[in-house]
């Protein structure tokens, strides 16, 4: 369902970011990586999406994260604004990689890991239903929380970790999806931030410095300038 519904990697990944927004938080970490420090091939083996807005409850996960059908989005006061398409990020997690791992931490909930694996949905005859399929989450200690996140500190949010990337993410493809990124934002009074984060040393300098950086919105810069102009 997940790649035949987000067409696009770039569209995939802004998915999340808007689900990110939709949290509660004024920030979002976008981090390409590569697993090995001794890897010769650089090969951006993993992408993660970091938000510290409001996270989820345990049965936040189960009855709402995991139910195809429900939408928080759709269920919510009509007055209140979401950027993200209604249970579009759940699929997009899918369209990336093979894999995917779940952390996610309320205000007054446990430390949660949720692996699931794409493949187990696939391949199954007309009987079958996808909620038969059974995941195994976790209640893991904050120490071990930090370590797999990567981060000294994390209060609530959620970290949404995609390994067995399923397609290749070049120089050229990161600059595209840097642009589209600095076109998010189209609300001059909005402050929310985007930032990219990687460990990998790419040949082009350029790159390098943007993804360990803010991304600034291209659009609001340009109309700022010809509003003074």
């Known amino acids: 369902v997940g790649r035949g519904l987000i067409y696009d990697d770039n569209i995939a990944i802004i998915e999340l970011v808007k689900n990110s927004k939709d949290a ?11 697993l090995y420090e001794d890897e010769v091939d650089l090969e951006i083996l993993e992408i993660m999406i970091v938000d510290y807005g409001v996270g989820m409850t345990r049965d936040e996960v189960i009855n709402k994260w995991l139910n195809i059908a429900y939408s928080e989005k759709r269920n919510s006061p009509r007055s209140k604004f979401y950027a993200g398409n209604k249970g579009v990020g759940r699929f997009s997690c899918d369209r990336l990689g093979e894999e995917l791992i779940l952390y996610t931490k309320s205000e007054r909930g446990e430390y949660i890991k949720l692996p699931i694996i794409w493949s187990d949905f696939e391949g199954k005859g007309p009987d079958d239903e996808v909620s038969s399929i059974s995941l195994v989450g ?4 904050k120490d071990l929380f930090f370590k797999e996140i990567n981060r000294e500190d994390f209060s609530t949010g959620t970290v949404l970790k995609i390994n067995k990337i399923r397609s290749t993410w070049g120089e050229e ?9 600095g076109k998010f934002s189209p609300d001059i009074d909005d402050e929310f931030e985007v930032y990219l984060e990687s460990n990998i040393d790419f040949e082009d300098s350029g790159l390098s410095k943007q993804m360990n950086s803010k991304i600034d919105n291209a659009v609001l810069g340009r109309l700022a300038f010809k509003t003074t102009y």
């Open 138 to 141: 976790q209640i893991i200690d």
């Open 173 to 181: 493809k990161l600059k595209k999806l840097i642009s589209e990124l």
């Open 24 to 34: 509660g938080y004024n920030q979002v970490v976008v981090s390409f990586n590569h």
